[in-house]
């Protein structure tokens, strides 16, 4: 098929086959574990995953094996095995996606809502449309391209897990069982294809080579049994917050967030920086990342590729939860007994996780100032991931790909953000090729407010993954 053809019978299709399901998987708030501790009993992830199996029963290849693989006490893993079309080896292609969502936020703008599908434009808003629930509709749309126009191509498996955003810890056990409910053991994989990733522009195939890792820390100073009436107790009993502060003030500069442990960090190549300063050429400047800067507020860096590397390859520090201090309008002049704060550390690829936890416990126990209570717990963990080195197949295909349904060069990137899968199949398969990409572009905002799926590049990633699982199939 031609351009537009192909880009027309996705478009199609989705509109055919997919827009029901999808607008009634955007309804459900099956939010990841680590938002609903009761996530078997509300029910949700289970909702989900019967829709999707359902579908993937009515839009499979069909000569697919499809199953929901369960392992007690674990969220479910719906797999689709597609045998090979005129294939003599016996390796196959893994294709990745999630279903699993981030809490709703606040901050949705007005006539939208987290879990309610609204069209507007090229847009469809809701919470899981980008991040990451297009992924089982692009893969199995792809798939089952190949096999209504008789292509070769190899065995594909299709993994769609329900944890991902609680940072994956049920798949490894799910990836050591497939090959006790598959029919035939899984065998060399020597292609990934991840649609959970993103796009820095809409007009081009961006490849992300390099994902952070990713560790949270929940540590709780306590210096009273009680909340005390601040003016007694002021100037007597040490502030839990000003500790908190000093304790952050050794992990992290107190003005521009730069953390200060060694051990959190790595030397950043040459060919990391001149690929930054490539990319910096698109994007020409800070607006075009897309982030909703608050009017008059300045980024950390200036340069835009300073902004890349320090998204990609630098550690950094986010305080996402407190507990302890009440909102403003319960606000009464207590000194607090105690507060709790959950730090999340994104690390550069190469840091080992463990190591990281450690340093970082090590300078949150030592030398508590006036001897408060400290409690330190390690709540996760995930490592960061770099892609081998591209093989000349793929980087042919990729850019043809990205020249005909983009318009423009593929390019490719580093991603800030961290998915687990892929430093988990990095190490058990070193030989593999991977196409990690998605739709998470400009103000898309995954894990924020007005979360949105843009159609068009949908489209146009589906199309690509079709040409590359073409390619793969008739590469020997």
């Keep these: 098929m031609t351009y537009v053809n192909l880009i027309e019978h996705f478009s199609s299709a989705w509109n055919e086959k997919v827009k029901d399901t999808f607008d009634k998987y955007l309804s459900i708030p099956n939010v990841s574990p680590a938002f609903d501790a009761s996530w078997e009993k509300t029910g949700h992830i289970e909702k989900v995953v019967q829709l999707f199996e359902e579908w993937a029963r009515e839009n499979a290849p069909v000569s697919s094996k499809i199953y929901i693989q369960r392992i007690a006490g674990k969220t479910p893993l719906l797999v689709i095995d597609i045998p090979a079309l005129n294939y003599a080896d016996n390796d196959c292609v893994l294709l990745y996606g999630h279903l699993d969502k981030q809490p709703p936020m606040d901050g949705w703008r007005e006539n939208l809502e987290p879990f309610q599908a609204t069209y507007i434009d090229d847009r469809i808003y809701g919470r899981g449309s980008a991040d990451d629930g297009y992924a089982l509709f692009s893969s199995l749309l792809a798939c089952k391209y190949l096999e209504e126009n008789n292509i070769s191509h190899a065995r594909m498996i299709v ?42 522009t809409y007009d081009h195939l961006w490849i992300t080579r390099s994902l952070r890792g990713l560790l ?15 003016g007694g107790a002021g100037g007597i009993v040490p502030s839990a917050f000003h500790i908190i502060r000093e304790l952050l003030d050794r992990i992290a500069d107190p003005r521009t967030g730069a953390i200060k442990l060694e051990e959190l960090k790595v030397d950043i190549r040459d060919d990391i920086k001149q690929a930054a300063t490539n990319v910096a050429k698109i994007l020409e400047t800070t607006d075009a990342h897309g982030l909703p800067f608050a009017e008059g507020v300045e980024p950390l860096h200036e340069d835009v590729a300073d902004q890349l590397i320090a998204n990609t390859y630098e550690p950094q520090l986010e305080i996402i939860g407190l507990e302890g201090i009440p ?12 507060i709790s704060v959950a730090l999340s550390f994104r690390l550069p690829p190469g840091v080992d996780p463990q190591v990281a936890a450690a340093a970082v416990s090590e300078q949150l126990v030592k030398d508590r100032s006036f001897n408060a ?20 197949w793929l980087n042919v295909v990729l850019s043809d790909a990205s020249k005909e349904y983009f318009g423009n060069d593929v390019q ?23 196409m990690v990409t998605g739709v998470l572009g400009p ?34």
């Design 373 to 392: 209570q400290l409690s330190v717990v390690v709540d996760s963990l995930a490592s960061g991931w770099e892609a081998p080195q591209i093989q000349d």
């Design 443 to 476: 103000e898309s905002n995954a894990h924020g407010p007005n979360e949105f799926l843009h159609l068009p590049t949908c489209m146009k990633v589906t199309a690509s993954v079709s040409k590359v699982l073409e390619a793969h199939g008739g590469r020997i």
């Design 216 to 230: 949270q820390i929940n540590f709780d100073v306590k210096v009273l049994e009680q909340g005390t009436h601040s």
């Design 159 to 200: 993994i769609i897990e329900a944890c991902e955003e609680s940072g994956s810890p049920d798949l490894p056990a799910h990836l050591d069982e497939l090959n006790n409910t598959l029919d035939e053991p899984l065998g060399d994989i020597s292609l990934v294809v991840c649609l959970d990733s993103g796009c820095l």
């Design 327 to 338: 909102k403003i309008e319960d606000a009464g002049n207590v000194l607090r007994p105690h």
């Design 412 to 434: 490719s990137m580093g991603e800030g953000g961290t998915i687990p899968f892929m430093a988990m199949l990095g190490e058990k398969y070193p030989q593999a090729q991977f």
